[in-house]
Protein backbone atom coordinates (compact mmCIF):
# COMPACT_ATOMS: atom_id res chain seq x y z
CA UNK A 1 0.00 0.00 0.00
CA UNK A 2 1.37 3.35 -1.33
CA UNK A 3 2.11 5.70 1.74
CA UNK A 4 3.07 9.37 1.31
CA UNK A 5 5.32 11.20 3.81
CA UNK A 6 5.98 14.64 4.65
CA UNK A 7 8.78 16.48 7.20
CA UNK A 8 8.44 18.66 8.66
CA UNK A 9 5.05 19.24 9.67
CA UNK A 10 5.53 22.54 10.20
CA UNK A 11 8.37 24.87 9.21
CA UNK A 12 8.51 28.58 10.41
CA UNK A 13 11.91 31.02 8.45
CA UNK A 14 12.68 34.83 8.13
CA UNK A 15 12.13 36.16 4.92
CA UNK A 16 14.77 35.62 2.54
CA UNK A 17 15.80 32.47 3.96
CA UNK A 18 16.08 28.67 1.38
CA UNK A 19 14.30 26.55 2.22
CA UNK A 20 13.51 22.37 1.63
CA UNK A 21 10.57 20.45 1.69
CA UNK A 22 10.65 16.88 2.14
CA UNK A 23 8.28 13.99 0.75
CA UNK A 24 9.28 10.39 1.03
CA UNK A 25 7.12 7.28 -0.33
CA UNK A 26 7.17 3.82 -0.02
CA UNK A 27 6.49 2.31 -3.35
CA UNK A 28 8.40 3.31 -6.07
CA UNK A 29 6.15 2.29 -8.71
CA UNK A 30 4.49 5.59 -9.57
CA UNK A 31 3.10 7.39 -12.60
CA UNK A 32 4.54 10.92 -11.27
CA UNK A 33 4.58 12.90 -8.42
CA UNK A 34 3.39 16.47 -8.03
CA UNK A 35 3.94 19.34 -5.49
CA UNK A 36 0.39 21.65 -4.67
CA UNK A 37 0.41 24.50 -2.63
CA UNK A 38 -3.17 25.53 -0.35
CA UNK A 39 -4.25 28.63 1.29
CA UNK A 40 -6.14 28.63 4.40
CA UNK A 41 -9.85 27.63 3.45
CA UNK A 42 -8.58 27.40 -0.25
CA UNK A 43 -8.25 24.45 -2.78
CA UNK A 44 -5.08 23.05 -4.38
CA UNK A 45 -2.69 24.91 -6.76
CA UNK A 46 -0.34 22.79 -8.73
CA UNK A 47 2.88 24.01 -7.84
CA UNK A 48 5.21 21.29 -10.00
CA UNK A 49 4.40 18.16 -11.79
CA UNK A 50 7.53 15.36 -12.35
CA UNK A 51 6.91 12.49 -14.33
CA UNK A 52 8.52 9.08 -13.23
CA UNK A 53 11.78 9.46 -16.28
CA UNK A 54 12.46 13.08 -14.36
CA UNK A 55 14.69 14.24 -11.98
CA UNK A 56 14.11 17.54 -11.33
CA UNK A 57 11.60 20.47 -12.36
CA UNK A 58 11.92 23.89 -11.95
CA UNK A 59 9.85 27.00 -11.57
CA UNK A 60 11.09 30.73 -11.04
CA UNK A 61 12.02 30.48 -7.18
CA UNK A 62 10.65 26.66 -6.89
CA UNK A 63 12.77 23.36 -7.55
CA UNK A 64 11.32 19.86 -6.72
CA UNK A 65 13.94 16.80 -7.49
CA UNK A 66 12.80 12.90 -7.51
CA UNK A 67 14.56 9.84 -6.67
CA UNK A 68 12.43 6.98 -7.42
CA UNK A 69 14.64 4.48 -6.26
CA UNK A 70 15.14 5.90 -2.74
CA UNK A 71 11.45 7.04 -2.57
CA UNK A 72 12.21 10.63 -1.67
CA UNK A 73 11.21 14.28 -3.40
CA UNK A 74 12.08 17.70 -2.19
CA UNK A 75 10.77 20.93 -3.04
CA UNK A 76 13.57 23.68 -2.88
CA UNK A 77 12.33 27.62 -2.41
CA UNK A 78 14.97 30.08 -3.08
CA UNK A 79 14.70 33.44 -1.28
CA UNK A 80 11.43 32.81 0.70
CA UNK A 81 8.86 35.56 0.77
CA UNK A 82 6.19 35.91 3.31
CA UNK A 83 3.57 35.32 0.69
CA UNK A 84 4.96 32.13 0.49
CA UNK A 85 3.05 30.82 3.40
CA UNK A 86 0.87 28.27 2.93
CA UNK A 87 0.41 24.31 3.13
CA UNK A 88 2.87 22.49 0.75
CA UNK A 89 1.18 19.34 -0.10
CA UNK A 90 3.36 15.88 -2.24
CA UNK A 91 1.01 14.01 -4.15
CA UNK A 92 1.65 10.56 -6.13
CA UNK A 93 -0.12 9.09 -9.05
CA UNK A 94 0.41 5.16 -8.35
CA UNK A 95 1.30 3.73 -11.78
CA UNK A 96 -1.57 4.92 -14.44
CA UNK A 97 -4.26 5.08 -12.30
CA UNK A 98 -6.32 8.38 -11.78
CA UNK A 99 -5.71 8.90 -8.63
CA UNK A 100 -3.65 10.72 -6.57
CA UNK A 101 -2.21 9.66 -2.80
CA UNK A 102 -1.34 12.82 -0.86
CA UNK A 103 1.22 13.52 1.89
CA UNK A 104 -0.26 15.19 5.15
CA UNK A 105 1.60 18.72 3.90
CA UNK A 106 4.14 20.90 5.71
CA UNK A 107 2.77 23.83 6.76
CA UNK A 108 4.84 26.47 5.55
CA UNK A 109 5.28 30.35 7.77
CA UNK A 110 7.99 32.88 6.44
CA UNK A 111 8.09 35.96 8.73
CA UNK A 112 8.81 39.38 7.32
CA UNK B 1 -11.51 30.42 -19.11
CA UNK B 2 -13.21 29.28 -15.68
CA UNK B 3 -11.50 26.53 -13.83
CA UNK B 4 -13.14 24.14 -11.83
CA UNK B 5 -16.03 25.50 -10.39
CA UNK B 6 -17.68 23.88 -6.81
CA UNK B 7 -21.13 24.47 -4.77
CA UNK B 8 -22.08 25.43 -2.35
CA UNK B 9 -19.01 26.74 -0.68
CA UNK B 10 -20.25 25.74 2.59
CA UNK B 11 -22.99 23.77 4.57
CA UNK B 12 -24.48 22.69 7.44
CA UNK B 13 -26.15 19.62 8.01
CA UNK B 14 -27.44 17.44 10.97
CA UNK B 15 -26.54 13.50 11.53
CA UNK B 16 -28.43 11.14 9.43
CA UNK B 17 -29.35 13.80 6.62
CA UNK B 18 -28.49 13.56 2.82
CA UNK B 19 -26.08 15.92 1.02
CA UNK B 20 -24.86 16.54 -2.48
CA UNK B 21 -22.02 18.65 -3.75
CA UNK B 22 -21.68 19.86 -7.26
CA UNK B 23 -18.53 19.98 -9.31
CA UNK B 24 -18.37 21.68 -12.82
CA UNK B 25 -14.83 20.87 -14.56
CA UNK B 26 -12.19 23.03 -16.54
CA UNK B 27 -13.06 23.58 -19.72
CA UNK B 28 -11.96 20.77 -22.16
CA UNK B 29 -11.82 18.23 -18.92
CA UNK B 30 -14.06 14.66 -19.26
CA UNK B 31 -12.68 13.12 -15.73
CA UNK B 32 -13.96 14.12 -12.16
CA UNK B 33 -12.17 12.98 -9.46
CA UNK B 34 -13.51 13.56 -5.56
CA UNK B 35 -10.99 13.92 -2.37
CA UNK B 36 -12.37 14.44 0.95
CA UNK B 37 -9.61 16.58 3.30
CA UNK B 38 -9.82 16.40 7.22
CA UNK B 39 -8.95 19.58 9.00
CA UNK B 40 -4.71 18.92 8.99
CA UNK B 41 -4.80 16.25 6.75
CA UNK B 42 -4.03 15.29 3.07
CA UNK B 43 -6.84 14.51 0.85
CA UNK B 44 -8.00 11.28 0.53
CA UNK B 45 -8.90 9.64 -2.86
CA UNK B 46 -13.40 8.80 -3.04
CA UNK B 47 -13.72 8.61 -6.63
CA UNK B 48 -13.54 9.03 -10.12
CA UNK B 49 -15.58 9.70 -12.61
CA UNK B 50 -15.21 9.09 -16.69
CA UNK B 51 -17.97 8.63 -19.27
CA UNK B 52 -20.53 8.93 -16.87
CA UNK B 53 -19.36 6.01 -14.95
CA UNK B 54 -17.26 5.26 -12.01
CA UNK B 55 -14.00 4.16 -12.86
CA UNK B 56 -12.10 4.02 -9.64
CA UNK B 57 -12.84 4.19 -5.56
CA UNK B 58 -10.92 4.87 -3.04
CA UNK B 59 -11.33 3.31 0.65
CA UNK B 60 -14.78 5.02 1.35
CA UNK B 61 -18.03 3.14 2.08
CA UNK B 62 -21.34 2.81 0.16
CA UNK B 63 -22.97 6.04 1.56
CA UNK B 64 -20.27 7.84 -0.53
CA UNK B 65 -21.88 7.82 -4.28
CA UNK B 66 -21.59 9.92 -7.54
CA UNK B 67 -23.04 10.52 -10.72
CA UNK B 68 -21.53 12.24 -13.73
CA UNK B 69 -23.70 13.75 -16.46
CA UNK B 70 -23.43 13.89 -20.42
CA UNK B 71 -22.10 18.06 -19.97
CA UNK B 72 -18.97 15.97 -17.78
CA UNK B 73 -20.09 18.04 -14.08
CA UNK B 74 -20.61 15.77 -11.14
CA UNK B 75 -22.61 15.08 -8.06
CA UNK B 76 -21.04 13.48 -4.84
CA UNK B 77 -24.05 12.42 -2.71
CA UNK B 78 -23.37 11.33 0.70
CA UNK B 79 -26.12 9.26 2.78
CA UNK B 80 -26.96 9.47 7.19
CA UNK B 81 -24.15 11.74 7.25
CA UNK B 82 -21.91 10.62 10.35
CA UNK B 83 -19.86 13.58 12.64
CA UNK B 84 -17.01 12.08 10.82
CA UNK B 85 -17.59 13.41 7.66
CA UNK B 86 -17.00 17.10 8.42
CA UNK B 87 -14.79 17.41 5.89
CA UNK B 88 -13.54 19.51 2.91
CA UNK B 89 -14.59 18.18 -0.08
CA UNK B 90 -12.39 18.93 -3.36
CA UNK B 91 -13.32 18.02 -6.87
CA UNK B 92 -10.34 17.99 -9.24
CA UNK B 93 -10.86 17.50 -13.54
CA UNK B 94 -8.38 16.71 -15.65
CA UNK B 95 -8.15 15.48 -19.85
CA UNK B 96 -8.49 11.91 -19.02
CA UNK B 97 -6.97 10.04 -15.88
CA UNK B 98 -3.65 10.36 -16.42
CA UNK B 99 -3.69 13.88 -16.78
CA UNK B 100 -2.69 16.49 -14.49
CA UNK B 101 -5.58 17.42 -12.31
CA UNK B 102 -6.58 20.82 -11.66
CA UNK B 103 -8.45 21.08 -8.22
CA UNK B 104 -11.44 23.61 -7.02
CA UNK B 105 -12.10 25.52 -4.22
CA UNK B 106 -13.85 22.57 -2.08
CA UNK B 107 -17.36 22.80 -0.42
CA UNK B 108 -17.03 22.90 3.76
CA UNK B 109 -19.05 20.52 4.99
CA UNK B 110 -20.12 20.58 8.41
CA UNK B 111 -22.10 18.29 10.29
CA UNK B 112 -23.79 18.97 13.93
Known amino acids: KQEVTQIPAALSVP ?11 TDSAIY ?8 PGKGLTSLLLIQSSQREQTSGRLNASLDKSSGRST ?8 GDSATYLCAVRPGNTGKLIFGQGTTLQVKP | DAGVTQSPTHLIKTRGQQVTLRCSPKSGHDTVSWYQQALGQGPQFIFQYYEEEERQRGNFPDRFSGHQFPNYSSELNVNALLLGDSALY ?12 HFGDGTRLSIL
Do not use: H, K, M, T
Not at chain 1, 15 to 25: D, P
Not at chain 1, 32 to 39: G, V
Open chain 1, 75 to 82: LYIAASQP
Open chain 1, 15 to 25: EGENLVLNCSF
Open chain 2, 90 to 101: LCASSAWSNQPQ
Open chain 1, 32 to 39: NLQWFRQD
